[in-house]
């Protein structure tokens, strides 16, 4: 299945991959715009005008309104939405989750996906809503693995097919799931029924959620977050190995004249500018645009437009290898999305694990930044340094100090390492010249750590007057400790 998806490149756990449909090669991370066969508020063949390159539909809205089964079977999906770049289509899924029941078989809907010529097919999974009982999570994961087996067996051509991961707010059910579809080798993997917790913001929850899932799948395979669609939280579902989202938020934002931003959601009423410098918001006013009769279709587009962009920025960040930095920015945009930034660091091992040795020079954003995978890989090598006679410690060059054995340079949040490796990275890190407090302790934290792995070396502490934590007070205990202000003075 390799050739399917191409991983181009990396940084933390997010990637630039290639994803080959039988309707072409998409560019991933992207954005599925969620096209309803009823109503189009935006044509599908105009979707490329946005950036999108892949679309998504219900084929179960189709196969349940005569008039739209009956073109799709003559004309083909494609042919029914008007576009001839991929298209993934949903089960029916939806509904259940909604309605509690669909009149359809998972064996008719796949067959009918397969006929309409879908690009990625998605199986009847049951979608387990958050919170539920243990044993009604596992019962019905049960009937989901059942489903996609089946499913498997059925699906074998050329088209795609989606093993859905379900397990509600088990991490060790998603976790588990994801392992065992792993060797049912699908071609995409949805992270299922997570909206719930996009809505109510329990961004930490579905951090969990996500690392719990990816631990259990191949890194290798493309994951789908299935019902994400807002641009504020792309960053990290990124961050975390996301490779696709799909956007219903564009059009429903839309018709409740709501504007969206990577900072958050406005509604049209309450603006007053269009922070924003896409065609539909560098042509209106906010007034215009308030009172335009075509409102709806105009929130439209710019949501399309903002979406697009944050895609853009995240695939230049990856580039860069500067995504972490994107994602502290990003989830200062809501409290609750803070939370999934501390919640993600508490995955620095595993991420450490995804994120390439060497990238761009770390930029010191906040407090987070000090358990990024980098800060946390060279904790766990101090092992590394052997250190013998008189070293010094400081955070820059310092009079006299050629008469020590061994010099080295202080910064946080990192900790002590030897003074050749400045301008390497992660050392090379821009970080502020007054470090917080979380910064000091994990560098201080470290320092310690490195004085206990070498017992028989003397040491020399050089702090800086700003330098205020209680580790200070432990330094002291191993190392002779001198203000910088004091430093030969004495
Ligand atoms: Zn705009």
Same mark, same amino acid.
Request: aromatic fraction near 8%; charged fraction near 30%.
């Given at each position: 299945m390799s050739a399917i998806f191409e991983i181009l490149d990396k940084d933390a756990g997010g990637r630039i991959g290639r994803l080959r449909t039988p309707h072409g090669t998409i560019e991933t991370p992207t954005v599925m715009p969620v096209i309803n066969p009823n109503i189009q508020l935006i044509p599908p063949k105009e979707m490329r005008n946005f950036g999108a390159e892949i679309l998504i539909t219900n084929s179960y809205i189709i196969y349940r309104k005569e008039e739209l089964k009956s073109v799709a079977l003559e004309k083909g999906l494609h042919g029914l939405l008007g576009f001839d770049g991929p298209i993934m289509t949903d089960s029916g899924s939806f509904q259940l989750s909604v309605y509690g029941s669909?009149? #359809?078989?998972?064996?008719?809907?796949?067959?009918?996906?397969?006929?309409?010529?879908?690009? =990625? =097919?998605?199986?009847?999974?049951?979608?387990?809503?958050?919170?539920?009982?243990?044993?009604?999570?596992?019962?019905?994961?049960?009937?989901?693995?059942?489903?996609?087996? +089946?499913?498997?067996? !059925? =699906?074998?051509?050329?088209?795609?097919?989606?093993?859905?991961?379900?397990?509600?707010?088990?991490?060790?059910?998603?976790? &588990? +799931?994801?392992?065992?579809? &792993?060797?049912? /080798?699908?071609? #995409?993997?949805?992270?299922?029924?997570? $909206?719930?917790?996009?809505?109510?913001?329990?961004?930490?929850?579905?951090?969990?959620?996500i690392a719990a899932s990816k631990k259990g799948l191949s890194p290798a395979s493309p994951v789908h977050l299935f019902g994400a669609g807002h641009p504020m939280m792309f960053a990290l579902a990124v +961050?975390?190995?996301? %490779?696709? !989202?799909?956007?219903?938020?564009?059009?429903?934002?839309?018709?409740?004249?709501?504007? =969206?931003? $990577?900072?958050?959601?406005?509604? $049209?009423?309450?603006?007053?500018?269009?922070?924003?410098?896409?065609?539909?918001?560098?042509?209106?006013?906010?007034?215009?645009?308030?009172?335009? %009769? /075509?409102?709806?279709?105009?929130?439209?587009?710019?949501?399309?437009?903002?979406?697009?962009?944050?895609?853009?920025?995240?695939?230049?960040?990856? &580039?860069?290898?500067?995504?972490?930095?994107?994602?502290?920015?990003?989830?200062?945009?809501?409290?609750?999305?803070?939370?999934?930034?501390?919640k993600l660091y508490t995955h620095s091992s595993w991420l450490e694990q995804l994120d390439p040795a060497t990238k761009g020079t770390f930029f010191y954003c906040g407090p987070e930044s000090s358990s990024r995978p980098e800060v946390m890989r060279f904790g766990k090598r101090l092992d590394r340094f052997s250190l013998q006679g008189s070293v010094i410690i400081r955070t820059g060059p310092i009079k006299g100090e050629k008469d020590y054995d061994q010099i080295l340079t202080f910064k946080a949040p990192f900790g002590a390492f030897p003074t050749e490796m400045e301008e390497v990275y992660p050392f090379n890190a821009e970080v502020p010249k007054f470090p917080d407090y979380e910064s000091l302790d994990t560098a201080l934290s470290n320092t310690l750590k490195l004085m206990d792995l070498n017992p028989e070396a003397e040491f020399t502490f050089i702090c800086e007057e700003e330098f205020k934590h209680p580790l200070i007070e432990e330094i002291t205990k191993r190392a002779k400790l001198v203000y910088r202000k004091d430093w030969k003075k004495e």
């Open positions: 669909v009149e #359809v078989t998972n064996e008719e809907i796949l067959g009918f996906q397969q006929k309409i010529g879908s690009d =990625i =097919i998605v199986p009847l999974d049951i979608p387990t809503p958050p919170d539920v009982h243990y044993r009604r999570a596992e019962e019905e994961l049960a009937i989901t693995a059942e489903r996609l087996e +089946a499913a498997r067996k !059925f =699906i074998q051509g050329e088209q795609l097919l989606a093993g859905p991961v379900q397990g509600s707010t088990y991490p060790e059910l998603r976790e &588990k +799931a994801a392992s065992h579809l &792993k060797d049912l /080798n699908f071609e #995409v993997y949805p992270l299922g029924a997570v $909206v719930p917790l996009m809505e109510a913001y329990r961004y930490a929850e579905l951090v969990d959620v +961050a975390m190995g996301c %490779d696709l !989202f799909d956007s219903a938020a564009y059009a429903l934002y839309a018709k409740d004249g709501r504007y =969206i931003t $990577v900072n958050g959601t406005y509604h $049209v009423e309450k603006l007053n500018y269009l922070p924003c410098s896409c065609p539909v918001c560098s042509k209106y006013t906010a007034e215009e645009l308030k009172k335009a %009769d /075509n409102r709806e279709e105009l929130l439209g587009r710019h949501n399309l437009y903002a979406t697009f962009a944050e895609i853009r920025l995240i695939k230049q960040c990856i &580039k860069d290898g500067k995504l972490l930095e994107l994602v502290e920015q990003r989830c200062r945009a809501h409290p609750k999305l803070l939370d999934g930034l501390k």
